[in-house]
């Protein structure tokens, strides 16, 4: 690997660290990537705990999910492979099964509800996708009615999936989206959350194009 593929390398290691060390993972679970260029992608190894990786082990991946290099890539690849397939502006996505966002995904709740505005001009709202055998090519066709709008979603009885134009970025709304499910949460016991009004949803909706995040997802 050169330099460059290093330092990459470098932050999908911080990013799993991130990610173990907050509890969004437990032992070898989650994975993460990102697209080198228009014919390779960089990912995490396979049966490795997130917050003990190191740069040299990552694996390098064509677009068919063929491994280009030493090591081997997790059995999630064909997810961050659709994803990249359908979405040309996706450099990073991020796998991981945060406990509160996740307990919603095991429940059959999506993060839809109109509630933060932080949420509604940023990611808009956080569908869940129908279940789908990991490893397998459900997982992919589950999420393709929701790709083209979405930045974020709720795999059922699974996990969460982020992506974004950088691995940061692909980090940081997984970090969101466990937020605000921990604020539903909360909400609920507290008697329940309060929806915005559609006019407030509408314009929150619309600062969404302005923050960069495409067209708004609601």
Known sequence: MNDEIIEIGKTICEIGERLYRFGHV???DGNISFRLDETRILTTPTGVCKGDMNPESMVIV???????GPGKASSELPMHLFIYQQRPDIQAVVHAHPVTATACAASGIALDQKVLPEIIATLGSIPLAPFGMPGTREVPESLRPYLSRHDAVLLANHGVVTFGPDLW???FKMERVEHY??????????????????????????????YGQGEPAT
Request: aromatic share 2%; glycine share 10%; no cysteine.
């Open 169 to 171: 970025d692909a980090y």
């Open 62 to 68: 064509d677009l068919d999910g063929n491994t280009l």
């Open 26 to 28: 437990v032992s070898n």
């Open 181 to 210: 499910a921990r604020i539903l949460l909360a909400s609920r016991s507290l008697g329940g959350e309060k929806d915005l009004t559609p006019e407030q949803v509408k314009q929150l909706s619309q600062m969404r194009t302005g």
